[in-house]
């Protein structure tokens, strides 16, 4: 079984990586999930009012104390995976793809 949890939402559903947030929302996860360790940790939007840099420092506090193993972003851009690597290895990617967010979707190459 793999364990993978994301942290980035605000309760009014705005953006929110501000670092006490994540702490918070990852300690809850591993309490609620009645686990030790989360396998993957992903910030599931990027949040603007934050570096990328921070956001990764905060989640790779969660590696360095054993509650994480791999970390990943949702919907990052490819400046910001660069960025979050350099401060720990970026280990997962998700992007959105839905009929719902076209203008999301990945170009797909030609026949």
């Known amino acids: 079984m793999t364990i993978a949890t994301k942290f980035g939402f605000a309760p009014a559903f705005g953006p929110s990586s501000q670092p006490d947030h994540i702490r918070e929302v990852v300690d809850n996860s591993l309490r609620n999930l009645n686990t030790d360790v989360i396998d993957v940790l992903y910030q599931h939007v990027p949040d603007p009012g934050v570096p990328i840099e921070d956001v990764v ?3 790779k506090e969660f590696v360095d104390a054993g509650k994480a193993q791999y970390l990943g972003l949702s919907n ?3 400046d910001a995976i660069r960025r979050a690597h350099a401060v720990h290895p ?8 839905s009929p719902f967010a ?4 990945p170009a797909l190459p030609g026949p």
């Not at 076209?102 to 979707?105: E, G, I, L, N």
């Open 57 to 59: 420092g905060v989640m």
């Open 76 to 78: 990052a851009g490819k």
């Open 90 to 97: 970026i280990s997962v990617l998700q992007n959105e793809y």
């Open 102 to 105: 076209p203008h999301h979707a």
